[in-house]
T-cell receptor, first 115, second 113 residues
Framework: AQKITQTQPGMFVQEKEAVTLDCTYD???????LFWYKQPSSGEMIFLIYQGSYDQQNATEGRYSLNFQKARKSANLVISASQLGDSAMYFC????????????FGKGTRLHILP | DGGITQSPKYLFRKEGQNVTLSCEQNLNHDAMYWYRQDPGQGLRLIYY???????QKGDIAEGYSVSREKKESFPLTVTSAQKNPTAFYLCASSITLTRTEAFFGQGTRLTVV
């Protein structure tokens, strides 16, 4: 069963607008971590932001913020003031529990920023 | 500089041959991972290892094998039993048993002809 779901295969957004990339997850473990990565066309994986299940506040890193809604099992990435360089694939990922290092990824969303 | 090195960047093999992809890290991480990426499929976990001489199957381990004889190295062998081996392979490492991010190598694009 899919544990990380990204429902938007592709998105087109005008430069300077804010964009929200959706991610829902499924776990019964109370302890978990959620990650977002960016993958440009070069193929490298760039870590963007992390949210722990026990964190009281939503994570923020510069123009990136994570809209964490625990009851809905949702961890959406928000990019403010989008730039042309934000065009890339974006992946949501999860690491469950405190005794296993397994990290699983969603299928990704391809974001296109339009000039 | 610390990081993860995957080699080679591009690899071509004939169908029916086994091929080994290299992954080395100097980050002193205990956990290491192999992912396969196909268009529209995201990253799918092949194998992961939390400690030397131990590893666990991921979601798509069939047709692959790994070893973890040294902390720094986690080579992946794509065997002839893997039906569709052509893909982009990513290796990663992380600090174990913490909810910190994984660091990735640059990837190896394997093409089987």
């Amino acid at each position: 069963a899919q544990k990380i779901t990204q429902t938007q295969p592709g998105m087109f957004v005008q430069e300077k607008e804010a964009v929200t990339l959706d991610c829902t997850y499924d776990t019964s473990d109370p302890s978990y971590g959620l990650f977002w990565y960016k993958q440009p066309s070069s193929g490298e994986m760039i870590f963007l932001i992390y949210q722990g299940s026990y964190d009281q506040q939503n994570a923020t890193e510069g123009r990136y913020s994570l809209n964490f809604q625990k009851a809905r099992k949702s961890a959406n990435l928000v990019i403010s003031a989008s730039q042309l360089g934000d065009s890339a694939m974006y992946f949501c990922a999860m690491r469950e529990g405190d005794r296993d290092d397994k990290i699983i990824f969603g299928k990704g969303t391809r974001l296109h920023i339009l000039p | 500089d610390g990081g993860i090195t995957q080699s080679p960047k591009y690899l071509f093999r004939k169908e029916g041959q086994n091929v080994t992809l290299s992954c080395e890290q100097n980050l002193n991480h205990d956990a290491m991972y192999w992912y396969r990426q196909d268009p529209g499929q995201g990253l799918r976990l092949i194998y992961y290892s939390q400690i030397v001489n131990d590893f666990q199957k991921g979601d798509i381990a069939e047709g692959y094998s790994v070893s973890r004889e040294k902390k720094e190295s986690f080579p992946l062998t794509v065997t002839s039993a893997q039906k569709n081996p052509t893909a982009f392979y990513l290796c990663a490492s992380s600090i174990t048993l913490t909810r910190t991010e994984a660091f990735f190598g640059q990837g190896t694009r394997l093409t089987v002809v």
